[in-house]
Protein backbone atom coordinates (compact mmCIF):
# COMPACT_ATOMS: atom_id res chain seq x y z
CA UNK A 1 0.00 0.00 0.00
CA UNK A 2 1.21 3.59 -0.41
CA UNK A 3 0.68 6.31 1.56
CA UNK A 4 1.22 10.00 0.14
CA UNK A 5 1.33 12.21 2.98
CA UNK A 6 0.98 16.33 2.83
CA UNK A 7 3.32 17.63 4.84
CA UNK A 8 2.87 20.70 4.60
CA UNK A 9 -0.86 20.51 5.72
CA UNK A 10 -1.17 16.98 6.91
CA UNK A 11 -1.01 17.36 10.60
CA UNK A 12 -4.17 18.78 12.64
CA UNK A 13 -5.07 20.11 15.83
CA UNK A 14 -6.67 18.48 18.45
CA UNK A 15 -9.71 20.79 17.95
CA UNK A 16 -9.30 19.81 14.42
CA UNK A 17 -10.33 16.47 14.33
CA UNK A 18 -13.76 16.70 14.56
CA UNK A 19 -14.27 14.43 17.99
CA UNK A 20 -17.71 15.73 20.07
CA UNK A 21 -16.93 18.26 22.90
CA UNK A 22 -17.25 15.24 25.56
CA UNK A 23 -14.65 12.87 23.69
CA UNK A 24 -12.09 15.72 23.13
CA UNK A 25 -12.42 16.65 27.04
CA UNK A 26 -11.94 12.64 27.64
CA UNK A 27 -9.08 12.59 25.60
CA UNK A 28 -7.51 15.89 26.49
CA UNK A 29 -7.53 14.62 29.91
CA UNK A 30 -5.82 11.61 29.52
CA UNK A 31 -2.96 12.83 27.56
CA UNK A 32 -2.06 15.64 30.13
CA UNK A 33 -1.79 12.93 32.62
CA UNK A 34 2.37 13.05 33.84
CA UNK A 35 2.39 9.15 32.93
CA UNK A 36 0.17 6.23 31.90
CA UNK A 37 -0.53 4.68 28.57
CA UNK A 38 -2.85 5.88 25.71
CA UNK A 39 -4.24 3.77 22.55
CA UNK A 40 -5.70 4.28 19.42
CA UNK A 41 -6.80 1.69 18.28
CA UNK A 42 -8.30 0.71 14.58
CA UNK A 43 -7.28 -0.83 11.26
CA UNK A 44 -4.85 0.15 9.30
CA UNK A 45 -5.49 3.77 7.41
CA UNK A 46 -8.45 4.98 10.35
CA UNK A 47 -6.34 8.13 11.12
CA UNK A 48 -4.68 6.67 14.25
CA UNK A 49 -1.08 8.38 13.46
CA UNK A 50 -3.13 11.65 13.15
CA UNK A 51 -5.28 11.71 16.46
CA UNK A 52 -1.34 11.07 17.95
CA UNK A 53 -0.06 13.79 16.12
CA UNK A 54 -2.31 15.91 17.43
CA UNK A 55 -1.76 15.29 20.47
CA UNK A 56 1.96 15.41 20.77
CA UNK A 57 1.01 19.34 18.99
CA UNK A 58 -0.63 19.62 22.40
CA UNK A 59 1.68 18.56 24.77
CA UNK A 60 4.76 19.72 23.41
CA UNK A 61 6.56 22.94 25.04
CA UNK A 62 9.71 23.59 26.38
CA UNK A 63 9.09 22.06 30.15
CA UNK A 64 8.45 18.52 28.27
CA UNK A 65 11.09 16.00 26.59
CA UNK A 66 9.30 14.74 23.87
CA UNK A 67 10.18 11.27 22.06
CA UNK A 68 8.85 9.23 18.70
CA UNK A 69 9.84 5.91 17.63
CA UNK A 70 7.96 5.57 13.88
CA UNK A 71 8.22 3.21 10.99
CA UNK A 72 8.49 5.56 8.89
CA UNK A 73 8.78 9.20 10.25
CA UNK A 74 5.79 10.45 8.64
CA UNK A 75 5.90 14.53 9.46
CA UNK A 76 9.07 16.30 11.59
CA UNK A 77 7.67 18.05 14.74
CA UNK A 78 9.92 20.40 15.95
CA UNK A 79 11.01 20.07 19.31
CA UNK A 80 10.15 16.37 19.64
CA UNK A 81 13.12 13.89 19.00
CA UNK A 82 12.01 11.20 16.28
CA UNK A 83 13.45 7.70 15.44
CA UNK A 84 12.73 5.43 12.50
CA UNK A 85 12.77 1.79 13.04
CA UNK A 86 15.50 0.30 10.42
CA UNK A 87 15.35 -3.41 10.74
CA UNK A 88 17.97 -3.79 8.31
CA UNK A 89 20.24 -2.52 10.82
CA UNK A 90 18.81 -3.78 13.97
CA UNK A 91 16.79 -1.05 15.13
CA UNK A 92 13.31 -2.62 15.79
CA UNK A 93 10.37 -0.80 18.02
CA UNK A 94 11.22 -2.92 20.84
CA UNK A 95 15.34 -1.91 20.50
CA UNK A 96 14.54 1.55 19.59
CA UNK A 97 12.47 1.79 22.57
CA UNK A 98 14.86 0.34 25.33
CA UNK A 99 17.35 3.06 23.70
CA UNK A 100 14.99 6.15 24.22
CA UNK A 101 14.00 4.90 28.09
CA UNK A 102 17.55 5.09 28.72
CA UNK A 103 17.05 9.09 28.56
CA UNK A 104 13.75 9.30 30.38
CA UNK A 105 11.92 11.20 28.16
CA UNK A 106 8.24 12.34 29.52
CA UNK A 107 6.17 11.61 26.40
CA UNK A 108 6.84 8.98 24.65
CA UNK A 109 5.16 8.31 20.92
CA UNK A 110 5.32 4.36 19.83
CA UNK A 111 3.42 4.37 16.40
CA UNK A 112 2.42 0.93 16.31
CA UNK A 113 2.78 -2.17 19.10
CA UNK A 114 3.50 -4.99 16.75
CA UNK A 115 4.88 -7.38 19.30
CA UNK A 116 4.96 -8.34 23.02
CA UNK A 117 7.76 -7.29 23.46
CA UNK A 118 6.78 -3.91 21.85
CA UNK A 119 3.60 -4.11 24.14
CA UNK A 120 5.18 -5.10 27.45
CA UNK A 121 8.39 -2.30 27.60
CA UNK A 122 5.55 0.08 25.74
CA UNK A 123 2.92 -0.61 29.28
CA UNK A 124 5.89 -0.96 31.68
CA UNK A 125 7.30 2.27 30.51
CA UNK A 126 3.41 3.60 31.53
CA UNK A 127 3.70 2.37 34.78
CA UNK A 128 7.11 3.69 35.45
CA UNK A 129 6.94 7.50 35.13
CA UNK A 130 5.91 8.03 31.47
CA UNK A 131 3.11 8.80 29.18
CA UNK A 132 3.07 6.55 26.33
CA UNK A 133 1.19 7.29 22.92
CA UNK A 134 0.48 4.46 21.26
CA UNK A 135 -1.77 2.47 18.39
CA UNK A 136 -3.11 -0.94 18.17
CA UNK A 137 -4.74 -2.74 15.76
CA UNK A 138 -8.00 -3.76 17.53
CA UNK A 139 -12.25 -3.39 16.53
CA UNK A 140 -12.80 -1.14 19.19
CA UNK A 141 -11.86 0.32 22.89
CA UNK A 142 -13.25 -3.04 24.72
CA UNK A 143 -11.53 -5.52 22.61
CA UNK A 144 -7.87 -3.70 23.22
CA UNK A 145 -7.50 -5.30 26.60
CA UNK A 146 -8.05 -8.46 25.30
CA UNK A 147 -5.29 -8.09 22.60
CA UNK A 148 -2.76 -6.60 25.15
CA UNK A 149 -3.38 -9.67 27.58
CA UNK A 150 -2.81 -12.17 24.06
CA UNK A 151 0.36 -10.26 23.59
CA UNK A 152 1.45 -11.45 27.09
CA UNK A 153 1.20 -7.75 29.47
CA UNK A 154 0.35 -8.57 32.96
CA UNK A 155 -3.29 -7.66 33.85
CA UNK A 156 -2.40 -5.82 36.65
CA UNK A 157 0.06 -3.91 34.68
CA UNK A 158 -3.15 -3.10 32.52
CA UNK A 159 -5.01 -1.70 35.45
CA UNK A 160 -2.74 0.18 36.66
CA UNK A 161 -1.17 1.91 33.63
CA UNK A 162 -3.64 2.37 30.67
CA UNK A 163 -5.75 6.29 31.15
CA UNK A 164 -7.79 5.58 28.06
CA UNK A 165 -8.19 3.68 24.65
CA UNK A 166 -9.92 5.52 21.76
CA UNK A 167 -11.32 3.73 19.32
CA UNK A 168 -11.47 5.11 15.31
CA UNK A 169 -12.21 5.31 11.84
CA UNK A 170 -12.55 7.21 8.86
CA UNK A 171 -16.28 7.69 7.06
CA UNK A 172 -16.39 9.51 3.84
CA UNK A 173 -17.88 13.04 4.17
CA UNK A 174 -21.00 14.02 1.90
CA UNK A 175 -20.57 16.15 -0.85
CA UNK A 176 -21.48 19.99 0.27
CA UNK A 177 -23.03 20.62 -3.42
CA UNK A 178 -25.65 17.79 -3.83
CA UNK A 179 -26.14 15.88 -0.84
CA UNK A 180 -30.25 15.13 -0.57
CA UNK A 181 -32.25 15.85 2.05
CA UNK A 182 -34.77 12.90 3.27
CA UNK A 183 -36.13 11.88 5.79
CA UNK A 184 -35.78 8.49 6.90
CA UNK A 185 -38.41 5.41 6.97
CA UNK A 186 -38.91 3.74 10.38
CA UNK A 187 -37.69 0.31 8.39
CA UNK A 188 -34.69 1.27 7.35
CA UNK A 189 -34.08 2.24 11.00
CA UNK A 190 -35.15 -0.74 12.25
CA UNK A 191 -33.04 -2.65 9.44
CA UNK A 192 -29.75 -0.79 10.54
CA UNK A 193 -30.68 -1.49 14.09
CA UNK A 194 -30.92 2.25 15.33
CA UNK A 195 -34.51 2.96 15.89
CA UNK A 196 -33.88 3.62 19.14
CA UNK A 197 -31.51 6.55 18.55
CA UNK A 198 -33.97 9.16 18.14
CA UNK A 199 -33.94 9.03 14.58
CA UNK A 200 -37.20 8.70 13.44
CA UNK A 201 -38.91 12.08 11.63
CA UNK A 202 -35.67 13.61 11.30
CA UNK A 203 -34.53 15.16 8.20
CA UNK A 204 -31.27 13.42 7.18
CA UNK A 205 -28.71 13.83 4.21
CA UNK A 206 -27.78 11.36 1.78
CA UNK A 207 -25.32 10.98 -1.33
CA UNK A 208 -26.58 11.98 -4.93
CA UNK A 209 -23.61 12.33 -6.86
CA UNK A 210 -22.22 15.65 -9.30
CA UNK A 211 -19.72 16.67 -11.39
CA UNK A 212 -17.51 18.31 -7.87
CA UNK A 213 -17.42 14.80 -6.24
CA UNK A 214 -17.31 12.26 -9.38
CA UNK A 215 -20.57 11.33 -9.23
CA UNK A 216 -19.94 9.07 -5.85
CA UNK A 217 -21.56 11.99 -3.57
CA UNK A 218 -18.77 11.93 -0.89
CA UNK A 219 -16.27 14.80 -0.94
CA UNK A 220 -13.13 14.00 1.50
CA UNK A 221 -13.38 12.09 4.93
CA UNK A 222 -14.81 12.44 8.74
CA UNK A 223 -13.50 10.34 11.60
CA UNK A 224 -15.98 8.62 14.36
CA UNK A 225 -14.17 7.79 17.51
CA UNK A 226 -15.16 6.05 20.54
CA UNK A 227 -13.13 7.16 24.14
CA UNK A 228 -13.51 4.93 26.72
CA UNK A 229 -11.39 6.24 30.11
CA UNK A 230 -10.34 3.39 32.29
CA UNK A 231 -11.33 4.59 35.12
CA UNK A 232 -13.78 3.26 38.01
CA UNK A 233 -15.39 -0.03 37.45
CA UNK A 234 -14.19 0.07 34.33
CA UNK A 235 -10.56 -0.61 36.11
CA UNK A 236 -11.85 -3.11 38.33
CA UNK A 237 -13.12 -5.35 35.14
CA UNK A 238 -9.87 -5.64 33.01
CA UNK A 239 -9.68 -9.16 33.64
CA UNK A 240 -13.17 -9.74 32.61
CA UNK A 241 -14.34 -10.50 29.44
CA UNK A 242 -14.59 -8.18 26.14
CA UNK A 243 -18.44 -7.93 26.28
CA UNK A 244 -18.67 -6.92 29.82
CA UNK A 245 -16.00 -4.37 29.44
CA UNK A 246 -17.46 -3.11 26.82
CA UNK A 247 -21.07 -2.75 28.39
CA UNK A 248 -20.01 -1.31 31.48
CA UNK A 249 -18.15 1.46 29.53
CA UNK A 250 -21.57 2.12 27.59
CA UNK A 251 -23.29 2.16 30.72
CA UNK A 252 -20.88 4.83 32.09
CA UNK A 253 -21.85 6.97 28.93
CA UNK A 254 -19.30 5.93 25.78
CA UNK A 255 -20.30 6.98 23.18
CA UNK A 256 -19.62 3.92 20.77
CA UNK A 257 -18.28 4.17 17.01
CA UNK A 258 -21.79 4.04 15.77
CA UNK A 259 -23.50 6.63 17.94
CA UNK A 260 -20.78 9.17 17.26
CA UNK A 261 -21.53 8.29 13.13
CA UNK A 262 -25.02 9.00 14.08
CA UNK A 263 -23.89 12.21 15.40
CA UNK A 264 -22.26 13.02 12.13
CA UNK A 265 -25.84 12.41 10.46
CA UNK A 266 -27.59 14.11 12.32
CA UNK A 267 -25.51 17.10 11.28
CA UNK A 268 -25.38 16.52 7.69
CA UNK A 269 -21.90 15.28 7.69
CA UNK A 270 -22.07 11.36 6.55
CA UNK A 271 -24.80 9.60 5.25
CA UNK A 272 -26.35 6.23 7.42
CA UNK A 273 -25.38 4.20 4.45
CA UNK A 274 -21.95 4.77 4.86
CA UNK A 275 -21.75 4.88 8.35
CA UNK A 276 -23.13 1.49 8.32
CA UNK A 277 -20.27 0.51 6.00
CA UNK A 278 -17.81 1.85 8.02
CA UNK A 279 -19.21 -0.07 11.69
CA UNK A 280 -21.40 -2.86 10.47
CA UNK A 281 -23.85 -4.29 12.08
CA UNK A 282 -22.48 -4.94 15.42
CA UNK A 283 -23.32 -3.32 18.21
CA UNK A 284 -19.18 -3.64 19.47
Partial sequence: MLRILHRASGRLGLAELGMSPEAEAIFARAIKQPYGAVLVVGPTGSGKTTTLYAALELLNDHDRVLSTIEDPVEYQIAGVNQIEVNPRAGL?????????????PDVLLVVEVRDEETA?????AAMTGHLVLTTLHTHNAASSIARLRDMGVEQSLLATSINCIVAQRLARRLCAQCSEAYVPERAALVDMGVETLGLEGTT???ARGCANCSGTGYDGRVALYEVMPIVGRIRRLIESSTEEIFAAAVEAGMITLREDG???CRAGVSSL????????????
Fill in 273 to 284: DEIRRVTGDRLM
Fill in 92 to 104: SFARGLRTILRSD
Fill in 120 to 124: RIAIQ
Fill in 262 to 264: IRL
Fill in 204 to 206: LHR
